[in-house]
């Protein structure tokens, strides 16, 4: 977006509705509309600056009161500049601008309100969670065989029908898991999305909810913790009912079914290579804005520094040079461990899951054709429910990666050139 008429001092302008966090540092402010899903961190003085603005005061007037004040030169002409460019700014003069959250898509779940959710995140249901919790631990210090065991997933000889069941369980603790994290996001009156995306190799169910950088970084963290919590107390229940409530052997092995797919899911948040629950923890712990990029710009930046050691070339600039000294030290650091992370993860893939998938695929596919041609239909049958699920994760996985990722996939055109 353009501004529709020229900025300059004279100008004034009438800025939307905007979060303005100091985040706990002194020194910047997080500025944005939680309802378009743009935020930007700013210097002390540019966030005092939009302030100004916000009051009404021309550009010209802010800009030498803040110089003034302050003693420093400001170019709070550029500052409007770019905040037009993100959505911020309503009227400009007497021009309208286009509101870019027209063209947003709406949070899930709209009519969800604060007052609907704030109470599970209260202090009855976090000493709830902590006596479940806490139970559980108890329980499995007498009863260490109620861990589950690989074997539990395999509740039935069948593995299409085991596949078919055990998928449809992880959709629901995965969509639980989401849906308190949107319920979190709620609970401080901003808005959330729930979508599929990818991470290396794993197609993710992931819930958007960049808004919550309107709200002060304590309260973030109930945001990011809020899906491994409710694992951690379906987990917890799961193995009390087991321990205690001694249900029938059928449905025993689909209770443990149910915890192993818990379980296996809880480490998959703290993989911080990724952008999983406990990446967000770590950089807010590291108060960095963006850790994942920033640490694969740096590890990018040694790369190329190798080649150009190798060629005799000048080196390349450091991108983390920008950043301070306490975030620069984070970053450098995380790049570091980013890169052999990201690697086992992607070896540990092609060496294991991958082979387990095509060898299942392969059998599926021998016992769907020999359900076809005179041997055991009920085997054929259990062998296309396996390819119906498996194909559709994989399949969906392909298009998500695919829709992520459309500068992979588009032809560049080549450059027009006149003379």
């Given at each position: 977006m ?10 004034t302008?009438?800025l939307?509705?905007?979060?303005i966090?100091a985040d ?7 500025v944005?509309?939680?309802?378009l ?6 210097p002390a ?9 916000g009051?009404g005061?021309?550009?010209?007037v802010?800009?030498r009161r ?9 170019d709070?002409v550029?500052?409007?500049?770019a905040?037009v460019e ?7 003069n007497?021009?309208d601008?286009?509101d ?5 898509p ?6 969800l ?7 599970l995140?209260?202090?009855?249901m976090?000493v ?7 139970a559980?631990?108890v329980?499995l210090?007498g009863?260490?065989?109620l861990?589950?065991?690989?074997h539990?997933?395999f509740?039935s ?5 085991t596949?078919?069941?055990n ?14 994290h949107?319920m979190?996001a ?6 959330a999305?729930i979508g599929?995306?990818t ?7 992931q819930?958007?909810?960049?808004a919550i950088?309107?709200?002060p970084?304590?309260s973030?963290y ?5 899906g ?14 087991l321990?205690?409530a001694?249900?029938?052997e059928?449905?025993a092995?689909?209770?443990r079914?149910?915890a ?5 899911s809880?480490?998959l ?12 923890v770590?950089?807010d ?6 850790l ?6 740096y590890?990018?930046h ?11 070339a000048?080196?390349p600039?450091d991108?983390s ?9 984070a970053v450098?650091?995380y790049a570091v ?9 992607l ?16 059998r599926?596919?021998?016992a769907?054709w ?6 055991s ?8 429910l ?7 994760i994989?399949?969906?996985f392909l298009?998500?990666?695919v829709?992520?990722h459309p ?6 055109r080549p450059?027009?050139?006149v003379?």
């Amino acid at each position: 977006m353009t501004a529709p008429v020229p900025v300059d001092t004279a100008a004034t302008l009438l800025l939307r509705p905007l979060s303005i966090q100091a985040d706990d540092d002194p020194d910047s402010v997080i500025v944005g509309r939680p309802e378009l899903g743009e935020f930007v961190s700013l210097p002390a003085l540019y966030g005092k600056a939009v302030e100004l603005l916000g009051g009404g005061l021309p550009i010209g007037v802010v800009q030498r009161r803040i110089e003034e004040e302050h003693d420093v030169e400001l170019d709070v002409v550029q500052l409007v500049e770019a905040l037009v460019e993100l959505g911020f700014v309503a009227r400009l003069n007497d021009a309208d601008l286009p509101d870019p959250a027209e063209q947003a898509p709406p949070p899930h779940l709209p009519w969800l309100a604060e007052r609907h959710v704030r109470w599970l995140f209260g202090r009855p249901m976090r000493v709830l969670w902590a006596v479940v919790v806490g139970a559980a631990l108890v329980t499995l210090f007498g009863r260490p065989d109620l861990v589950p065991v690989y074997h539990d997933f395999f509740w039935s000889d069948y593995i299409g029908l085991t596949t078919l069941v055990n998928t449809a369980m992880f959709s629901v603790v995965i969509s639980l898991h989401e849906l308190m994290h949107l319920m979190a996001a709620r609970s401080l009156g901003t808005p959330a999305r729930i979508g599929f995306g990818t991470r290396l190799h794993n197609l993710v169910v992931q819930t958007d909810v960049t808004a919550i950088w309107s709200v002060p970084r304590r309260s973030r963290y109930r945001v990011y913790l809020a899906g491994t919590a409710c694992d951690l107390f379906l987990f917890a229940t799961l193995l009390l009912v087991l321990a205690h409530a001694n249900p029938p052997e059928g449905i025993a092995a689909l209770l443990r079914a149910l915890a192993l797919v818990i379980m296996l899911s809880v480490p998959l948040q703290m993989h911080v290579y990724m952008r999983t629950d406990f990446y967000f923890v770590l950089a807010d712990l590291l108060r960095c804005r963006n850790l994942f990029g920033d640490g694969l710009g740096y590890a990018r930046h040694l790369l190329r520094r190798v080649i150009a050691v190798v060629k005799r070339a000048r080196p390349p600039a450091d991108p983390s040079a920008e950043l301070s000294a306490r975030e620069r030290r984070a970053v450098r650091i995380y790049a570091v461990l980013l890169v052999p992370s990201a690697a086992v993860a992607l070896g540990m893939f092609a060496i294991y899951t991958l082979p387990i998938i095509i060898s299942s695929l392969i059998r599926a596919l021998v016992a769907v054709w020999g359900g076809l041609n005179g041997g055991s239909l009920l085997q054929g049958v259990d062998g296309g429910l396996f390819l119906l699920v498996e194909g559709g994760i994989q399949t969906l996985f392909l298009v998500t990666f695919v829709k992520s990722h459309p500068h992979w996939f588009r032809r560049r055109r080549p450059a027009a050139e006149v003379s």
